[in-house]
């Protein structure tokens, strides 16, 4: 009996540790197999639900509109009026429109929003550019375990 409790306990011992090791060594389960990289438009490969840690940066993330082909909408069809526009031609009522629909997408959802703008033919105004840059920079970071 003595012995059947010792081999239990080396056996769940072992159990605990390889669970240890195997969580120690998964990625983060947001999908983020990233490695350092600043926030960057850089990219290869196609768009994928979970990243497979085989590229510098997980594909859909990339900011690049080469990367998936497919326009999706993300509630923002009224911005397809701006089509065309220059990033130094918008008004501050314009700005604040893309500004409201990039504040309100979920982290994950920002990287395909900018390849749909892409795709559509809108530059971004420069402010909101400059802001949807460090709002994916600052969520690589955070997937990477990083500190700001």
Same mark, same amino acid.
């Given at each position: 009996m003595i012995a059947a409790l010792i081999i239990l306990g080396a056996l769940v011992a072992t159990g605990a540790v390889l669970w240890m090791l195997d969580r120690r060594?998964?990625?983060?389960?947001?999908?983020?197999?990233?490695?350092?990289?600043?926030?960057? %438009? =850089?990219?290869?490969? *196609?768009? =994928? %639900?979970?990243?497979?840690?085989?590229?510098?940066?997980?594909? /859909?993330?990339?900011?690049? +509109?080469?990367?998936?082909? =497919?326009?999706?909408?993300?509630? &923002?069809?009224? $911005?397809?009026?701006? /089509?065309?526009?220059?990033?130094? +031609?918008?008004?501050?009522?314009? %700005?604040?429109?893309?500004? =409201?629909? $990039?504040?309100?997408?979920?982290?994950? &959802?920002? *990287?395909?929003w900018a390849r749909s703008i892409q795709l559509r033919g809108i530059e971004l105004p420069e402010a909101v550019r400059d802001e949807l840059l460090m709002i994916v920079g600052e969520e690589r970071m955070r997937r990477n375990g990083q500190s700001a």
């Open positions: 060594h998964r990625p983060e389960e947001t999908g983020g197999a990233e490695r350092n990289e600043a926030p960057t %438009e =850089e990219s290869d490969g *196609a768009d =994928e %639900e979970q990243c497979c840690g085989m590229h510098i940066t997980c594909e /859909r993330d990339s900011l690049l +509109a080469a990367v998936s082909r =497919e326009i999706e909408y993300y509630d &923002d069809e009224e $911005l397809d009026i701006y /089509r065309g526009t220059t990033p130094d +031609a918008y008004s501050a009522e314009a %700005e604040e429109e893309f500004r =409201e629909v $990039l504040l309100t997408l979920r982290p994950d &959802d920002i *990287a395909g």
